[in-house]
Structure formats: structure tokens, C-alpha cells
């Protein structure tokens, strides 16, 4: 169904990296930025949508629709942010721009957080020091572990 020659280099353990980071990152400016605290289902969505763009730069990277897919999926994750995170505030409009322009910097984020794994388990951060993937990926079952653990809510 899929051509194999359309797969790209993304791999799982830069995801499951860069998820827990973004999302960390994504709760931060919304607290301490704008003073907002949103519902977790919201910030786990945008973090979700922003995650699935791994299904494309996966499978699709060099595929020859690349350039319309990305792009499109990318106005579509725009418009989401929106609609999740800036539409619901009470904001004049130039501190609504200045919010939805965070979806810029949670995208830098993420995909600083996933180059980062890359890097490190390459050995091109630390030359000749090669970290195991499974380590990213038990560190991001932990860090996923305590920040639900350390969201929930106290009775």
C-alpha cells in the first residue's frame, strides 16, 4: 500500500523523547506566560496532534506528495492550537497573536527535544558517547509516569 522508498529516518524513541518535553514545555508557557491554566485534556491534545505530524516525516518523508501533506497538516494543526488553546481566552488581540505564536516555539521545542535523543544516540553531541535508545524510551515512560502522577488531582 505504501512505498517502502517513501520511509524516512524519524524513529520512535525521538517521539516518545520529545512528547513529554513539549508537552512540559507547552503547560510552562501557558502558566507562567499568560497566567492560564487550561484543562490537561487540552494540553495532551495539542501535544498529540503535534506528535502525529511522526506519522508523516516517518512514512511519508520522501514520498513525492511530501510538500502538500506537511504543509496541510500543518495549517490543520495551526487551526486546532487555535481553537483548543487561544480561542476559549478573554484576550485583546494582540496578547491572543502573541498565544497563538506559541505554537511556533512548542513546535521548535519538539523537534529540539527529538534532535536532541537523535543526537545523543548518534554520538554527534557527545562524539564518541552513544546513548542506547531504550534509555529515551524508559526515560520517557517514567517522566510520562510522573507527570500524570504529579497533575492529578488531590482529594
Known sequence: M????WEGMVAFYELAFGTWIAYLFLVFVWKKLFKIHHDGWRYALITLVGGSFYIINHYFLHAPFYSLLINSYTVVFLIVYYYI??????FPFGKKLAAFLTSILFTVVYILAENLARFLKEGRLVPGVHVPEFLFLVTSFF???????????RT
Open 2 to 5: 505504501m512505498d517502502k522508498s
Open 85 to 90: 488553546l487561544v480561542s476559549p481566552l478573554k
Open 143 to 153: 517522566a510520562c509516569i510522573a507527570i500524570i502522577l504529579s497533575f492529578r488531582k
